[in-house]
């Protein structure tokens, strides 16, 4: 059952690029984006003038994650939203907002009542869960499964890279229905996104080296992350792995923001784990990052660097590099999370934890 794996954890983290393969299956046919149980007509779709993503934990990470590409595709106004927080204002809905509730367990206490409030306030849902029937998909109005297999590890994994691409062909189909792409431009990057399991194998090969690095910082009291644009929600998702699987204070930061704050946590030998922008897609930010690496550097940080191979600047700088396949932009999170699961999860076995069954936490929080 956990195939030579010590955790389902472990299992599930190697199974990534079978699930991120399935769910993106079968959703383009004759050039067209579909999605699975989709009770909303195209008409529904092309009267959507505002997006709500709404989610908690990692299906939120998710959320703010796809949030960068639906806005990118559609030219909607996407507010992704923790459904704790969204339930409890008084968010402004109506017919023609779309409401997308990311859940892999369709049983979440504070998102099912999130899909309730929003469907009272007659919005449309459109619900992404990884199990079939369950009550957040049954009571939306469109479902789109992710199928990335029983997911047993309490810490989820390769739900949520299937959650990221599920909620990148929403964001396909509202191009293709609005027009806000032509049906190529959509078709291209559907054909990314397929690149992307080859991807998350060839990092998943290369994870050796990042187990040797978990296990020299098994003993730090902190770890801090930092990211930019979508590696900002990356290094939200890597903190809170760390979090729940090894009990260290971990904090993710978009690195912008460091100057703001966080820069004061910086002392000798902390180890900041930073999430680098790609050096060719987005120069700019990548630019940016180099200047935040040495701005902590000067403060005494470690340095490790998630980054592409041909970032010279990268490892010309970092203290402890981690390869990862060069992809677009948009993209990048699906591979580089991959080694920050893997990460946290070597931290917590080097303690002596049980990376399936973290402490004080359940699988599924079906009560608030
Ligand atoms: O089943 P859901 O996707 O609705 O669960 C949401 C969160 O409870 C879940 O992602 C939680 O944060 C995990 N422990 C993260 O690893």
Same mark, same amino acid.
């Given at each position: 059952?956990?195939?030579?794996?010590?955790? !389902?954890?472990?299992?599930?983290?190697?199974?990534?690029?079978?699930?991120?393969?399935?769910?993106?299956?079968?959703?383009?046919?004759?050039?067209?984006? @579909?999605?699975?149980?989709?009770?909303? $007509?195209?008409?529904?779709?092309?009267?959507?003038?505002? @997006?709500?993503?709404? *989610?908690?934990?990692?299906? +939120?990470?998710?959320?703010?994650?796809?949030? +960068?590409a639906i806005e990118h595709w559609t030219r909607l106004p996407v507010e992704v939203e923790l459904a704790s927080e969204f339930r409890y204002r008084d968010p402004v809905l109506g017919r023609s907002t779309l409401v997308v509730a990311i859940s892999q367990s369709g049983e979440t206490a504070d998102t099912l009542e999130a899909v309730r409030h929003a469907k009272d306030q007659k919005a449309r849902v459109l619900a992404i869960c990884n199990t079939n029937g369950a009550q957040?998909?049954?009571?939306?109005?469109?479902?789109?499964?992710?199928?990335?297999?029983? %997911?047993?590890? @309490?810490?989820?994994?390769?739900?949520?890279?299937?959650?990221?691409?599920?909620?990148?062909?929403?964001?396909?189909?509202?191009?293709?229905?609005?027009?806000?792409?032509?049906?190529?431009?959509?078709?291209?990057?559907?054909? %990314?996104?397929?690149?992307?399991?080859?991807?998350?194998?060839?990092?998943?090969?290369?994870?050796? &080296?990042? =187990?040797?690095? *978990?296990?020299?910082?098994?003993?730090?009291?902190?770890?801090? !992350?930092?990211? =930019?644009? @979508?590696?900002?929600?990356?290094?939200?998702?890597?903190?809170?792995? /760390?979090?729940? /699987?090894? +009990?260290?204070?971990?904090?993710? !930061?978009?690195?912008?923001?460091?100057?703001?704050? &966080?820069?004061?946590?910086?002392?000798?030998?902390?180890?900041?784990?930073?999430?680098?922008?790609?050096?060719?897609?987005?120069?700019? /930010?990548?630019?940016?990052?180099?200047?935040?690496?040495?701005?902590?550097?000067? =403060?005494?940080?470690?340095?490790?660097?998630?980054? %592409? &191979?041909?970032?010279?600047?990268?490892?010309?700088?970092?203290?402890?590099?981690?390869?990862?396949?060069?992809?677009?932009?948009?993209?990048? &999170?699906?591979?580089?999370?991959?080694?920050?699961?893997?990460?946290?999860?070597?931290?917590?076995?080097?303690?002596?934890?049980?990376?399936?069954?973290?402490?004080?936490?359940?699988? $599924?929080?079906?009560?608030?």
């Amino acid at each position: 059952e956990k195939g030579g794996y010590d955790y !389902f954890m472990l299992k599930e983290i190697a199974e990534q690029p079978e699930a991120l393969e399935s769910t993106m299956s079968g959703h383009l046919q004759d050039g067209r984006i @579909v999605l699975d149980e989709q009770r909303l $007509s195209d008409q529904d779709l092309r009267d959507v003038d505002k @997006v709500f993503v709404v *989610a908690c934990g990692t299906a +939120y990470h998710a959320g703010l994650i796809a949030k +960068y590409a639906i806005e990118h595709w559609t030219r909607l106004p996407v507010e992704v939203e923790l459904a704790s927080e969204f339930r409890y204002r008084d968010p402004v809905l109506g017919r023609s907002t779309l409401v997308v509730a990311i859940s892999q367990s369709g049983e979440t206490a504070d998102t099912l009542e999130a899909v309730r409030h929003a469907k009272d306030q007659k919005a449309r849902v459109l619900a992404i869960c990884n199990t079939n029937g369950a009550q957040i998909p049954r009571e939306s109005d469109a479902v789109l499964y992710t199928h990335a297999g029983p %997911e047993i590890g @309490v810490a989820s994994t390769k739900c949520f890279l299937a959650q990221i691409a599920a909620a990148y062909l929403v964001g396909l189909a509202l191009a293709q229905a609005l027009g806000t792409k032509y049906q190529d431009e959509v078709v291209r990057e559907f054909t %990314e996104l397929e690149q992307i399991p080859a991807a998350v194998q060839t990092v998943l090969e290369q994870m050796e &080296p990042v =187990r040797e690095l *978990a296990r020299s910082f098994a003993s730090s009291d902190t770890v801090l !992350f930092l990211g =930019r644009h @979508v590696g900002y929600p990356v290094a939200l998702e890597g903190a809170l792995k /760390l979090k729940e /699987l090894a +009990y260290i204070h971990a904090e993710g !930061f978009a690195a912008g923001e460091l100057k703001h704050g &966080p820069i004061a946590l910086i002392e000798d030998g902390l180890p900041v784990i930073i999430v680098m922008p790609s050096p060719t897609g987005r120069a700019l /930010l990548h630019s940016k990052m180099v200047s935040n690496i040495r701005e902590i550097q000067a =403060r005494g940080a470690t340095t490790i660097v998630i980054a %592409e &191979p041909d970032d010279e600047a990268a490892a010309a700088i970092a203290d402890h590099l981690i390869p990862i396949p060069a992809t677009p932009t948009l993209l990048q &999170p699906l591979v580089s999370t991959v080694p920050l699961q893997v990460f946290a999860a070597t931290v917590a076995q080097s303690r002596g934890y049980d990376v399936d069954k973290p402490r004080n936490l359940a699988k $599924s929080v079906t009560v608030e």
